[in-house]
């Protein structure tokens, strides 16, 4: 009511309204609950304010933050409490905005509530630059592929050389245009009535097109009969597909369905400075992409998998193998200004693994530099993640399958110069492929840790787990949305909050 959620409490109610401070709510005493006679009028009737999972009675005050781990509280009508968070409030976010010494972090229910899932999915991937693909999926005049984002099925088209997005939806009757990746289309054709896009959106023809996609004619005799002039005030140059904000860089087509966020660059903010020396092979066709895309079911949450990779605090434990190569006292933050993160391996060590520096020719230009002996350990929000080394680089764009579940589409990726090494690159995947395996058993593991009543968030450990923080603070930051939301974190010298 107002703004507030109000929890009954079994044993509570029959509150006097003339109880005094003894036996009222302490609601008057908080910013977010001015007392006043509904406040009185509820809290007689045993109900009190929940703020981030808070319970304020007359008699104490139980914190079980978004989860409500209280024996014997319950929701009048027997719905539990944490289905109704409010999580568009910033009293929600309160603990974990604070600095990263003093925060804690989010709620174990943000990986499992249905309610945060569905808001996410507008305030977060439909309001975020997403990558939705890797440029070498689109990379011929004529690919096209469809995609998710949120609540959005889209369609990517290689246009003549430029990406194109537009919502998967035909302007006639809405059935979805594109179901699965195809190749080599001058137009894109309704399987319902035929009507026809080209890749630049614009409606071509009504089901008199003179060939469909299997180059079946539509006979003379019905061919006038088709014809959409006697249709009053119709124009095909209106009709076109619903266009989809889309741009690309480093290697990636991103795009941004709800069309208000700020430039992609200024989105990506310092990392195009960071990974300048690595544009050229990423942007200018100097990438391959190896015979290796490899695509992964988790049973996670996709926020666990982003926060695993943007900390190496767990590296010991669960990639002894790689601190080989990439040790823990190796690492530095690299981090500026824009919706990313940023570490830095510095220098890399030879361990006898599959990554080590120097066993393929390095990226073109690199050789004789500090990057040469270096790998970039980077996340650009809300989805993607990868390392760059010296010779390759491994990418993972995660995309929601609901609150509980997640996929990634995995790339490895190397210079022409070093395609000749099948073998070491068959090594180099599957040492990966591994890293990325140990990752999601380890993620899965927390998905089902969080869900226990009585977890309700940790504590950072500012050396290894500032990314963390970082990335729940642009977490928070679009879920409550309005004009904070496109505000861009300073790098990691500068408070987040």
Not at 26 to 48: C, D, I, N, W
Not at 263 to 287: C, F, N, Q, S
Not at 289 to 298: F, K, L
Not at 369 to 391: C, E, G, K, M, R
């Amino acid at each position: 009511k107002g703004g507030v959620v109000w929890v009954h409490i079994r044993g509570v109610g029959g509150v006097s309204e003339r109880g005094g401070e003894g036996s009222r709510v302490k609601a008057e005493k908080s910013k977010y609950h001015p007392m006043g006679p509904l406040a009185m009028r509820l809290t007689a009737r045993g109900l009190v304010p929940f703020v981030r999972g808070t319970i304020m009675t007359t008699t104490n005050e139980v914190t079980a933050r978004a989860k409500v781990a209280i024996r014997g509280a319950s929701w009048v009508g027997s719905t539990t409490c944490r289905n109704y968070v409010d999580w568009t409030a910033p009293a929600v976010y309160e603990q974990t905005m604070r600095p990263v010494n003093e925060a804690t972090t989010m709620p174990g229910a943000v990986y499992h509530d249905q309610n945060f899932f569905d808001i996410e999915k507008k305030r977060v991937w439909e309001d975020s630059w997403v990558a939705v693909a890797e440029m070498s999926s689109l990379a011929k005049p004529g690919d096209v592929i469809p995609v998710t984002v949120g609540s959005s099925s889209i369609i990517l088209a290689n246009d003549g050389g430029t990406i194109r997005g537009f919502h998967n939806v035909c302007r006639h009757r809405g059935a979805q245009l594109v179901s699965k990746p195809c190749a080599n289309r001058k137009t894109i054709l309704c399987p319902y009535h035929r009507w026809g896009y080209a890749l630049d959106g614009r409606l071509m023809g009504t089901p008199s097109f003179d060939a469909d996609e299997q180059g079946r004619t539509i006979p003379e005799e019905y061919r006038e009969k088709l014809r959409t002039h006697h249709v009053k005030d119709f124009d095909k140059k209106k009709m076109g597909l619903h266009p989809v904000r889309t741009d690309t860089a480093l290697g990636l087509v991103f795009a941004n369905v709800g069309g208000e966020a700020p430039l992609l660059k200024t989105w990506l903010g310092d990392i195009l400075h960071t990974l300048e020396p690595y544009i050229p092979a990423m942007e200018g066709g100097g990438v391959v992409p190896t015979v290796h895309q490899t695509n992964y079911q988790t049973e996670c949450n996709w926020k666990v998998l982003v926060e695993n990779f943007v900390e190496y605090y767990h590296l010991p434990a669960v990639h002894p193998a790689l601190c080989d190569v990439s040790g823990v006292d190796e690492h530095r933050s690299e981090q500026g200004t824009g919706m990313y993160g940023c570490f830095v391996t510095d220098p890399l060590t030879k361990g006898s693994t599959a990554i080590d520096p120097g066993r393929l020719p390095p990226w073109r230009g690199i050789e004789g530099t500090p990057n040469a002996l270096q790998a970039y350990h980077t996340f650009i929000y809300p989805n993607v993640f990868f390392s760059v080394y010296p010779d390759h680089f491994f990418r993972v764009i995660v995309r929601p399958d609901g609150p509980t579940r997640s996929f990634e589409s995995a790339t490895l990726f190397t210079s022409p110069e070093a395609l000749d090494n099948t073998a070491m690159l068959e090594e180099i995947h599957a040492f990966w492929d591994n890293v990325n395996t140990e990752d999601i058993s380890i993620c899965n593991a927390v998905q089902l840790g969080t869900a226990a009543n009585v977890y309700d968030g940790g504590r950072f450990s500012f050396r290894f787990e500032e990314p963390v923080h970082r990335f729940q603070n642009m977490m928070a930051q679009m879920m409550i949305g309005g004009e904070g939301r496109y505000r861009m974190p300073q790098g990691s010298k500068d408070e987040i909050n």
